[in-house]
T-cell receptor, first 111, second 109 residues
Framework: DAGITQSPRHKVTETGTPVTLRCHQT?????MYWYRQDPGHGLRLIHY???????DKGEVSDGYSVSRSKTEDFLLTLESATSSQTSVYFC??????????FGPGTRLLVL | KQEVTQIPAALSVPEGENLVLNCSFT??????LQWFRQDPGKGLTSLLL?????REQTSGRLNASLDKSSGRSTLYIAASQPGDSATYLC????????FGTGTRLQVFP
């Protein structure tokens, strides 16, 4: 399996609080992605990165920000969590337009 | 806007059957197409990637085909086993991955 870890794996938080999810890779891949998975919607891209400090928006980026200060780490921040952001969040990595490898996911519950 | 559809949404079969899972997409301008497997409560595992210039890829009992002009891909699973039970997702790469909502497969002994 590709070396991808996500932390935390589970989190419960309250509406209005900031939340940061971390994705860490040991593969030195250039591209990193954040997705959310919801019943009836499948997986949707939130943000992605194509290099250190290079990021772009995906399909459902409102309410989320990202940062990538090192090749191995990609952070997803919910500035002020809302109940609609309750979801399972997946990080993925790839080398260019090739196979994407996914992390184990983070289950986030916003009360 | 690229849309990806997977049919059927769910499938239940006895062990040993050969299966075909379908994936269709609306825009043929893709780099590649990827098939994934997802077990309950787990992340996605990549099964096969087919480049836009390829017609098929094989890995063990799995064979994936791609007909870009008609916007279709199929995943063929030979001699299904209970361990194949999972949700199968296809995703087309148009600079970003666009996922279908998956086919939930159950193989019973």
């Amino acid at each position: 399996d590709a070396g991808i870890t996500q932390s935390p794996r589970h989190k419960v938080t309250e509406t209005g609080t900031p939340v940061t999810l971390r994705c860490h890779q040991t593969e030195n891949h250039r591209y990193m992605y954040w997705y959310r998975q919801d019943p009836g919607h499948g997986l949707r891209l939130i943000h992605y990165s194509y290099g250190v400090k290079d990021t772009d928006k995906g399909e459902v980026s409102d309410g989320y920000s990202v940062s990538r200060s090192k090749t191995e780490d990609f952070l997803l921040t919910l500035e002020s969590a809302t109940s609609s952001q309750t979801s399972v969040y997946f990080c993925a990595i790839s080398a260019a337009q090739e196979t994407q490898y996914f992390g184990p996911g983070t289950r986030l519950l916003v009360l | 806007k690229q849309e990806v559809t997977q049919i059927p949404a769910a499938l239940s079969v006895p062990e040993g059957e050969n299966l075909v899972l379908n994936c269709s997409f609306t825009d043929s301008a893709i780099y590649n197409l990827q098939w994934f497997r997802q077990d309950p409560g787990k992340g996605l595992t990549s099964l096969l990637l087919i480049q836009s210039s390829q017609r098929e890829q094989t890995s063990g009992r799995l064979n994936a085909s791609l007909d870009k002009s008609s916007g279709r891909s199929t995943l063929y699973i030979a001699a299904s086993q209970p361990g194949d039970s999972a949700t199968y997702l296809c995703a087309v790469n148009t600079d970003k991955l666009i996922f279908g909502t998956g086919t939930r497969l159950q193989v019973f002994p």
